[in-house]
């Protein structure tokens, strides 16, 4: 992977335009990501860099502190959401360092952020986030603990193992976290037994919610998944998707669902199992418009939810 480093000269601070995280702050440390999920949809954008680059801007730290401090601000920054088109622990130093440097910029400021990874954290964030671990929301990206899912769909990100040392360090420091198991791949990590597996491993290392989300398609994803996966992978995806139609799913972006009868059972298997862990489960809202769902990511100054065994919790009711 090729890393370009570049000078930021819009704002740093942008407001989420999609789904779950309309209209909260969120820092892009990079554009493109070293991880190359196949399923990922940022590699579709049309400001994505070619295959191979990521582009890293150097001068972030700065920005954001100017921004923060900028007397004509408005209205407060209360939270922060990292990488929305990208991961916050991708393994080049440069990266992690300006990841770094900007929730430095943060936490002195006492602003909190969330963010969802599926990478490796090193130590010197953990040590970072134990000094106020009430400003940080950890999101932990896990869908199965099988080798084969990562080396199909994740093959560049953290190992299960990894991840699950994520959950201990964070825990350990005082950090609030839990785990999103998106995407779910029908048929390949949503059976009784890898759900129980992916659960239990969880669930012994203290995770009590877990946010759902079954694979859902934008055309760009579509073409990374026939040229990436093997033929049988694809043929047995295709088989769910070549029905359903393009509509306008969370965005502006078309998409396409897997039925909603299928997912309905998924999701009904997952909770049901989770409760045999002592989990709660969401299903989120901005990718299943039509079933039952909640708002999956809490917005600047939501309180955070609490709930009971094995059930769904509606932190915003759709």
Not at 127 to 136: I, K, M, N, W
Not at 183 to 200: E, V
Not at 280 to 289: H, Q, Y
């Amino acid at each position: 992977m090729k890393l370009i480093e570049a000078e930021r000269k819009s704002r740093v601070l942008t407001r989420a335009e999609f789904g779950c995280l309309r209209g909260a702050h969120a820092i892009n440390v990079t554009r493109g990501c070293e991880f190359d999920c196949v399923y990922c949809y940022a590699r579709g954008y049309p400001e994505a860099p070619a295959a191979g680059e990521i582009h890293l801007y150097r001068n972030l730290p700065d920005r954001l502190a100017a921004e923060l401090d900028n007397p004509r601000r408005r209205s407060p920054v209360r939270r922060v959401i990292f990488n929305t088109a990208s991961d916050s622990f991708q393994t080049h130093p440069a990266v992690l360092d300006i990841t770094y440097q900007a929730m430095q910029v943060l936490m002195k400021r006492r602003i909190g952020f969330s963010f969802l990874t599926k990478g490796r954290i090193p130590h010197r964030f953990i040590d970072l986030f134990a000094e106020h671990p009430q400003l940080v929301s950890a999101r932990i990206g896990l869908v199965s603990t099988r080798p084969r899912f990562r080396e199909l769909f994740e093959p560049h990100a953290a190992t299960a193992t990894e991840r699950l040392q994520n959950i201990v360090n964070l825990r350990a420091a005082g950090v609030d976290v839990e785990v999103r198991v998106d995407p779910i791949i029908p048929f390949l990590t949503d059976d009784a037994q890898c759900i129980r597996s992916l659960f239990g491993a969880v669930s012994e290392r203290g995770v009590r919610r877990a946010t759902l989300s079954y694979l859902h398609l934008r055309p760009a994803i579509f073409e990374q998944l026939r040229h990436e996966l093997p033929a049988v992978e694809f043929a047995l995806l295709r088989t769910c998707f070549e029905t359903r139609p393009w509509s306008v799913v969370g965005s502006s972006t078309r998409s396409k669902l897997i039925p909603a009868p299928l997912r309905r059972k998924g999701y009904g298997r997952f909770t049901k199992i989770a409760g045999e862990f002592d989990l709660i489960t969401l299903i989120c809202a901005c990718k299943n418009p039509d079933l039952p769902a909640q708002l999956c990511s809490a917005r600047n100054d939501a309180p955070r939810a609490a709930g009971g065994k094995g059930r769904q919790l509606s932190l915003f009711p759709c």
